[in-house]
DNA sequence: AATCGTCTGCTTTTT
DNA sequence: GCAGACGATT
C-alpha cells in the first residue's frame, strides 16, 4: 500500500520515521526536509496498521495543516487520509471544547473574540474601570493578558494595579458573553483535561500517536497540552530546531525543545543535518553565525549542492540607495540570467521598511508581492455580517449585539444604547435580554421600543430559522441582510461606488464560501463561524490573489519558506539586532532571526546595510550589524554600492555576461 | 455624527 | 514621517 517509498529518504530521517514508540524529538535544521520526513512518518505509523483515527498531528498555522494534509493525500488512501486528525492546537482546542465546555461553566454555544473584539472589550473595561488619570493602552493591556494566560500564569487578580482590575474585569466578562478569546481556547481546553479525569481519558485512548511540528514554537500551555494528551506510554514525536525559535516574545519557550527529556524522559533523539535547499557557502556561515548563541543543541548543516557564489555584503548610501540598487540589479538578473520574478526575496526586519522597497520595484517596473497586511476577516463588513451570525447563534455575546444593534440604522440610537447597557450591568445579564425584556421596553418611548422590538424580532426569527434541520445559513443571513437594507447603508457609507461594490462583493463571496462549506462539511454555522475565527477558510485563494513578482517579507514571516536569491536588507544596528532586543536581553533571538534570513536562500543571497537611514522622519547616521563579523570572511565579499554605480560595465562583467550567453546557446 | 486637526509614539504577530 | 487615536469643532 501507499505511494511513497522509504528509498527516499535518508539515514536519519529513515530512523525518525520509523521510531514509532514512545516520545520522540526530531531536531530537523533548516531545509532538512522536516515536512517530508513528518509525512512519511504518518504514512509509515498506517502502513503498520495504526488506525488512522488514532493519529493527531498538530500544526502551527493553517498553511502548515493544509501542506500536510495534502501531501498525506498523495501518499495514502483517501479514506485513511480522511480520518487524520490534523490541525492547529487552536483548531484541535475548538473541537475539544465545542463539546466539552460546559463542564467549564460556558455554554457549548461559545462565540470565538478575535482581536478586534478583544480590543473593543478592553476598551469599554478600560474606561470603566480606570479613573481620570490613569491610562493604559488597550492593545498593551491585550499583549499583556495573552503573555499572562500564554504562560499559563494565575491571573494577577489583584485590583491593586489597574492592569490587574482589567485582567479580571475582562476575564470575568467574556465568562458572561460566553465568549472565548484565543488564548482562552488553549487555555479552557488544558483546563478541561487537567480537570476532567474523563475527557482526558477519553483523548488519551483515542490519540495514541501525536506529532507536534514547529515544536520551538510551543509555549507553556501548548506544552501541557501536549502532555496532558499524551497516554502512557507517550507517542510523542516532536519535530523542531531550537536555532529557528523566533517567537520568544509570544510566548514561545525554546526550553520545551531543549529540556524535552524533562517531559518525556528517555526520548529517541534525531537529528536532521543533511540541507536539501542551500549552497554550502550559505550554510557554512549560518553554521557559524549561530555558533555564538548559548544553550542550543548542536547542529551543522551541510547539503551537496556544493558551494556556489559568495555571501555578497554591501554598504549602501542610504536606505533610498539600498532600495534602488537592489531594483535595479533584480531588473537587471532577471534579464540577464533569465530568472523569473518569483526568484527573488527581500526579506527585511521591520513591516515600515518595505515601503521604499515596494516604491522602486514599482519604479523599476517589477512585480512583486508584499506577504502581510491586513486580512480578508478584518473588513468591517465582513465583521459586520460575523457580527449578525454571532448574535443569532449566542445572544449573549454583547460585543456583537453592540456591533450590529444600529448597523445599518433602525432608529436605535446611542442614548438607547446606553440606558440598555448599564440596565444590563445593573441587572448582570446579557444586554440581548434586557432589549427584550417588556419591563425595559415600557419605560422607553414608543418610537424607541418599536425600534428595538423590530430588531429583535429580526434577529429572534433570524435564530429559529437557522435551527431548522436543513437550513440554508447562507440565504438566511443574506435574506436578512437585503431587508434590513444593509446593503444599502454599506454603500452608501462608501467614498466610492466601487469600493461600495467591492465590499458587496466580499460579502457575497463569503456567504457563497458558507453555501460551499454547508454543503460538504457538517457542523453548519456554528463550523464555518469557528474555521473563520482561526483564520482557516479562503487561506490559499488569498494567497494566490495577491499575484506573482519579487517576495517582500518580514524575517518573520520568511520562516518556513525558500527562495533562489535573496536580498537581507537593512543589516544595521538598531534593526538587526533591533534597538529593544538589547534592553530585552534577546540578542539570541535577533541572531536567530538572521540564521532563519540567510537559510531561506538557496542559490545566492546579498546582505545590505546603509551608512544612514531615516527613522522617524530624518535621517540618521547608521551602522552595521555586529552580526556581520560573525559571518566567516572567506565566505563574504565585500562590496560598495557607489563603487558598483560609478562602474556599471567593466570589461569582466561583460566577458562574464559573454560567457553566460554562449552557454544558454549551447556552444 | 462626522470630520478635521493635533498629538503621540514608534518590532516581530502562526491563532 | 506617518498612522492611529482622540478631542474639538461645525
Not at 488569498?542 to 520568511?558: E, F, S
Not at 555576461?657 to 556552444?667: D, E, I, Q, S, T
Amino acid at each position: 500500500m501507499g505511494n511513497f517509498r522509504l528509498t527516499d529518504l535518508n539515514p536519519p530521517q529513515l530512523e525518525a520515521v520509523k521510531a514509532v514508540s514512545g516520545p520522540v524529538m526530531i531536531l530537523a535544521g533548516a531545509g532538512t526536509g522536516k515536512t517530508r520526513v513528518i509525512t512519511a512518518r504518518i504514512a509509515w505509523l498506517l502502513h503498520i496498521g495504526t488506525p488512522p483515527e488514532q493519529i493527531l498531528a498538530v500544526t502551527f498555522t493553517n498553511k502548515a495543516a493544509g501542506e500536510m494534509r495534502e501531501r498525506i493525500a498523495g501518499m495514502v488512501e483517501r479514506e485513511q487520509a480522511a480520518k487524520l486528525t490534523i490541525g492547529t492546537f487552536h483548531a484541535l482546542c475548538v473541537r475539544i471544547l465545542r463539546t466539552g465546555i460546559d463542564r467549564l461553566g460556558y455554554k457549548h454555544n461559545f462565540t470565538i473574540y478575535d482581536e478586534g473584539d478583544q480590543l473593543s472589550l478592553l476598551r469599554k473595561i478600560i474606561t470603566r474601570t480606570a479613573s481620570k488619570d490613569e491610562k493604559l493602552d488597550p492593545h498593551a493591556a491585550k499583549n499583556l493578558i495573552s503573555q499572562a494566560k500564554n504562560k499559563a500564569w494565575n491571573p494577577p487578580e489583584d485590583d491593586q494595579t489597574l492592569l490587574g482590575a482589567v485582567y479580571a474585569r475582562y476575564n470575568q466578562e467574556l465568562r458572561q458573553l460566553n465568549a472565548v478569546d484565543f488564548d482562552d481556547l488553549l487555555v479552557l481546553a488544558r483546563k478541561l483535561l487537567a480537570e476532567h479525569e474523563e475527557v482526558r481519558r477519553k483523548l488519551q485512548d483515542r490519540y495514541r500517536q501525536i506529532m507536534v511540528d514547529e515544536f520551538q514554537d510551543t509555549n507553556r500551555l501548548q506544552m501541557d497540552l501536549v502532555a496532558l494528551l499524551a497516554g502512557d506510554p507517550p507517542n510523542v514525536c516532536v519535530v523542531g530546531d531550537d536555532d529557528q525559535s523566533i517567537y520568544g516574545w509570544r510566548g514561545a519557550e525554546v526550553a520545551n525543545l531543549l529540556e524535552f527529556e524533562r517531559h518525556f524522559p528517555n526520548p529517541t533523539i534525531v537529528k536532521l543535518e543533511q540541507n536539501y535547499r542551500s549552497t554550502n557557502t550559505i550554510l557554512n556561515a549560518a553554521n557559524a553565525l549561530i555558533l555564538n548563541n548559548p544553550r542550543r543543541r548542536a547542529k551543522k548543516l551541510w547539503s551537496d549542492h556544493g558551494d556556489g557564489p559568495k555571501i555578497r555584503t554591501i554598504r549602501m548610501a542610504d536606505d533610498r540607495e539600498e532600495a534602488s540598487f537592489i531594483a535595479g540589479e533584480i531588473r537587471q538578473r532577471q534579464v540577464d540570467d533569465a530568472l523569473p520574478w518569483e526568484a527573488f526575496a527581500i526579506l527585511f526586519r521591520m513591516n515600515a521598511q518595505s515601503r521604499l522597497f515596494e516604491e522602486q520595484l514599482r519604479a523599476h517596473g517589477i512585480p512583486y508581492r508584499l506577504i502581510g497586511g491586513k486580512s480578508f476577516f478584518d473588513r468591517r463588513e465582513i465583521k459586520d455580517v460575523i457580527a449578525y451570525a454571532n448574535t443569532a447563534l449566542n445572544p449573549s455575546d454583547d460585543v456583537s449585539v453592540l456591533r450590529i444593534v444600529n448597523t445599518p440604522p433602525r432608529g436605535i440610537g446611542e442614548g438607547t444604547v446606553e440606558s440598555a447597557l448599564h440596565e444590563s450591568v445593573e441587572r448582570k445579564c446579557p444586554l440581548w435580554d434586557i432589549l427584550r425584556s417588556e419591563a425595559y421596553l415600557e419605560g422607553v418611548s414608543r418610537a424607541r421600543s418599536n425600534a428595538v422590538r423590530a430588531f429583535v424580532d429580526q434577529i429572534e426569527t433570524l435564530r429559529i430559522r437557522l435551527a431548522t434541520p436543513g437550513a440554508d445559513s447562507a440565504e438566511l443571513l443574506g435574506g436578512l441582510l437585503s431587508e434590513c437594507n444593509y446593503f444599502d447603508d454599506l454603500k452608501r457609507s462608501c467614498k466610492t461606488p466601487e469600493e461600495g461594490l467591492d465590499r458587496e462583493s466580499n460579502i457575497r463571496q463569503l456567504l457563497s464560501d458558507l453555501r460551499e462549506f454547508e454543503g460538504k462539511k457538517k457542523g453548519g454555522l456554528t463550523a464555518f463561524l469557528d474555521a473563520l475565527a482561526l483564520r482557516n477558510e479562503r487561506e490559499e485563494e488569498k494567497k494566490d490573489d495577491q499575484g506573482n513578482g519579487v517576495t517582500l517579507i518580514t524575517l518573520h514571516a520568511a520562516k518556513g519558506l525558500e527562495f533562489p536569491h535573496v536580498y537581507l536588507v537593512g543589516l544595521e544596528e538598531g534593526i538587526l539586532p533591533h534597538d529593544r532586543s538589547k534592553m530585552e536581553g534577546s540578542l539570541d533571538e535577533e541572531r536567530r532571526l538572521l540564521y532563519v534570513g540567510i537559510t531561506r536562500a538557496m542559490k545566492s543571497l546579498a546582505i545590505t546595510w546603509c551608512n544612514g537611514r531615516t527613522r522617524y522622519g530624518s535621517l540618521m547616521p547608521a551602522h552595521r550589524s555586529s552580526f556581520l563579523a560573525e559571518l566567516p570572511a572567506d565566505l563574504v565579499e565585500t562590496v560598495d554600492a557607489s563603487v558598483i554605480l560609478s562602474a556599471p560595465a567593466s570589461q569582466e562583467d561583460a566577458a562574464a555576461r559573454f560567457g553566460r550567453l554562449r552557454a544558454a546557446l549551447g556552444g
